[in-house]
């Protein structure tokens, strides 16, 4: 008798997420042989993405598709959500571990992670209460934590804990982590004992493919649209179609027995699972937009001459991976030789391993990594994607408008064809191809691109992977429909014309030293991170765009920089006048620096409320350590005597994770040392509103009118949430005084 699970959709905030843990599944309603049981999951959110209305009858629910093979995780179990979108042959689904297809009476038990790799310790499957962790170590107590975790694995291969399991992956060693799978009070367990040896542990996130798919069938070789769409011919008839240029694809694997693939041009990597086969279609679709053949069957990629190194975590499936399995594949792929990354896949949850990993290949291994924005035609931040030192990619589809499914967010750094994308179809002839959609289709698009722009730069070029993302960025077409940040669609002449030459009013990526006469303020760089220097500044119209704020050292690059109309004259001002006292200008007073508080070594000159906490964290918007305030803290600023200053001035950095629309950030001052000081706003911030998103670095300045103050000012910065895992991450406060 065929049994069949209907599930309802909902958006249920993160209250009522932990709420619904507790409910349970309704009883199995029986019925008639022959006539279609159905039966409600109450409680339960289970979250799809969709472009597409689904075409067939079925029993799920409107806009929802779901792809054979993939799991489809309840969003009230660990906070998953689901970002493949799927294919109408699924009829439904019958459990929370399987899938039932349209006319078949099987299904796909194959709820379990993409990675082989790990050792397991223990005989029974895994509970409802294991975990998966990433657990950072101590370099200098690695000896006693591998003890401990030994001892642990030890007592699990005795069987002292029947009905769990154990699992250790020490792929990650190299960077001093190991992944661990365990039950949830043993790994508390081993917290507790090895304390002294854990640097941190932060959950393995999990990562799914992006894209829906249907089949055509055409004769002879096809030229997609999308490659004429970014230009990709104009370069091939310079003979630049990615000779010599390595990139690492991330995905399903690749069938490599297709002839729409030169197998001169494969290699691949086997962690576990087979890296020539592709159960799912998903990573050979990918390859074949990077590099399809020219051969006049199927489809020809952006760059056809471009070797292609293969590296496969997801099973035939396509169901999930972890963010662990995605870290050890991009280590793999810097090692051997690749310099440009693609990841078509992503989830809503931020991981601090990867975002530090993917921000070491791009500023010292000059690796270029490329991923999908996501598909929830949202402004929600889809990762990896939304890490600033990785290139997210939007679609658009053949009118150049965005795609309804693509995300939006302000970390999107391109937009790329990605609707009824045709490309080759694993396990089919040449000529037998797969159209899909998705922002997993658009991702390849801007590694292709990159491929053949690397051609032009050279496999030597130090900054090879800043200046190809540079002169995509500002080359870029603005899509018709307009985009949420000023970036367009890649393309890939005008970008190699950027690299070559400089041409254009907006594109000059090469750095001309300024006049002798005159010479940069020397340190300076922007406040958002050290890469924005003066030299960042003199590419394209950065100037422009940017020079007038984002200030460090009391100074913008407008008056730090002399690409910008600022700078020091050499013969007069540099040797005499300090860096961070400088003015170019003699009509304006100048400011007098305060207070600096980078909070790398101590609090400085605040102080917390009990609740805030000086933290290290990839949040930190500059440097390794921030004051994080969850809901309700605050930070007091030590008092001042400003009663010689007319105005002062407060900048600071902030990122926000978490927040919603109701939340906000205030900077107040006081001028009283009363043991209950009246507080007076300065400033409100309010989070998802005003410009300010989450995962967003923003630099800020406010200016304080203390003409009538004296000396007992006081500055308080509040964060104003309604949850507690919601924080505000806190920068580089610079206090300065003006007579």
């Known amino acids: 008798m065929k049994m069949q699970v209907k599930v309802r959709v909902f958006a249920i905030r993160h209250v009522l997420l932990s709420l619904a843990l507790f409910s349970c599944l309704a009883e199995v309603v029986k019925a ?143 960077i001093g982590r190991y992944v661990v799978e365990m039950d949830e009070t043993e790994l508390e367990a081993l917290q507790l004992e090895a304390s002294d040896d854990i640097e941190s542990v932060e959950t393995d996130k999990r990562r799914y493919s992006l894209n829906t798919s249907s089949n055509i069938r055409k004769l002879g070789e096809t030229i997609p649209y999308g490659i004429n769409m970014v230009q990709s011919p104009e370069l091939w008839k310079l003979g630049i179609k990615g000779q010599g240029v390595k990139v690492c694809l991330i995905d399903s694997g690749i069938d490599a027995k297709n002839g729409d693939f030169d197998p001169s041009h494969l290699s691949g990597l086997n962690l576990g699972l087979p890296w020539d086969v592709d159960g799912c279609s998903h990573g050979t679709h990918v390859a074949g937009i990077v590099a399809a ?50 990841l078509s896949m992503g989830g809503n949850e931020p991981s601090v391993l990867e975002s530090e990993t993917f921000e070491r290949l791009f500023k010292e291994d000059n690796v270029l990594t490329i991923a999908a924005a996501g598909n929830l035609g949202t402004k929600e931040h889809i990762f990896p994607a939304s890490y600033e030192s990785v290139i997210s990619v939007g679609a658009v589809g053949p009118n150049q408008t965005i795609a309804s499914f693509s995300q939006r967010n302000s970390q999107v750094d391109l937009w790329a064809p990605g609707v009824d994308v045709s490309s ?76 070559k030459y400089g041409t254009g009013d907006s594109c000059n990526p090469t750095y001309t030293p300024p006049p002798s006469s005159c010479v940069d303020v020397p340190d300076w760089r922007a406040a958002s991170g050290q890469m924005y220097n003066c030299k960042w500044y003199a590419m394209g119209d950065y100037c422009k765009q940017y020079g007038s704020f984002d200030a460090y050292m009391g100074k913008n690059a407008n008056q730090a920089c002399c690409a910008c109309g600022g700078g020091i004259n050499a013969t007069t001002t540099a040797t005499t006048t300090p860096a961070s006292r400088v003015d170019t200008t003699t009509t ?30 990839s949040y930190s918007p500059s440097g390794s350590y921030s004051i994080e305030l969850s809901a309700r803290a605050y930070i007091t600023q030590q008092s001042m005597d400003v009663s010689k200053y007319s105005s002062v001035k407060v900048e600071l950095l902030f990122r926000a994770r978490g927040m ?53 000012f006081q500055l308080r910065i509040s964060s104003f949430a309604n949850w507690r895992f919601d924080y505000v991450y806190l920068d580089d406060i610079i206090v300065s005084g003006r007579i």
């Not at 870290?327 to 440009?340: M, R």
């Not at 191809?433 to 990159?450: E, I, K, N, R």
């Not at 007073?589 to 790398?600: A, G, K, Q, V």
């Not at 967003?696 to 300045?701: C, F, G, L, M, R």
Request: charged share 20%.
């Open 32 to 174: 008639k042989k022959g006539k279609e049981q159905t039966k409600e999951l109450t409680g339960k959110s289970l979250r799809s993405v969709a472009p597409t209305k689904p075409q067939i009858k079925g029993t799920y629910d409107k806009g929802a598709l779901f792809t054979p093979g993939r799991i489809y995780e309840d969003e009230t179990l660990g906070e998953t959500n689901l970002w493949g979108i799927g294919d109408p042959q699924v009829d439904s689904i019958t459990t929370r571990d399987s899938i039932t297809y349209k006319n078949s009476s099987t299904t796909s038990n194959s709820r379990t992670s993409s990675n082989s790799r790990t050792s397991s310790s223990s005989s029974s499957s895994s509970t409802s209460n294991t975990k998966r962790v990433i657990i950072r170590y101590k370099e200098s107590q690695k000896s006693g934590f591998e003890s401990k975790l030994d001892s642990f694995r030890q007592k699990k291969a005795k069987g002292s804990k029947k009905g769990t399991k154990m699992t250790v992956d020490n792929s990650l060693t190299s």
């Open 293 to 342: 053949a020219e051969n006049k069957v199927g489809v020809v990629g952006i760059a056809p001459q471009s070797d292609l190194l293969i590296v496969r975590i997801f099973t035939n499936s396509c169901g999930y991976t972890f963010s662990s399995d995605i870290v050890n594949a991009v280590i793999l792929c810097k090692n051997n030789g690749a310099k440009i990354v693609n």
């Open 424 to 499: 080759v179809h694993s396990g089919h002839s040449p000529d037998d191809l797969l159209t899909y959609s998705g922002t997993s289709l658009a991702a390849p698009h801007v590694t292709g691109v990159a491929a053949l722009l690397s051609q032009v730069v050279g496999n030597n070029d130090s900054k090879a992977a800043l200046k190809i993302r540079n002169a995509m960025k500002q080359t870029s077409k603005l899509v018709t429909d307009g985009s949420t940040n000023g970036v367009g669609i890649v393309q890939a002449m005008a970008a190699y014309n950027c690299l």
């Open 588 to 617: 304006t007073p100048t400011w007098t620096e305060l207070t600096r508080d980078t909070f790398e070594s101590a609090w400085g000159t605040w102080l917390g409320d009990g609740v805030a906490r000086r933290a290290r964290s």
């Open 660 to 712: 919603d629309p109701e939340d906000y950030m205030q900077l107040q001052y006081s001028s009283t040392t009363s043991s209950s000081p009246t507080w007076t706003t300065a400033a409100t911030w309010k989070f998802m509103s005003d410009g300010i998103d989450n995962d967003t670095v923003y630099p800020k300045s406010v200016t304080i009118d203390t003409s009538k103050l004296g000396a007992g």
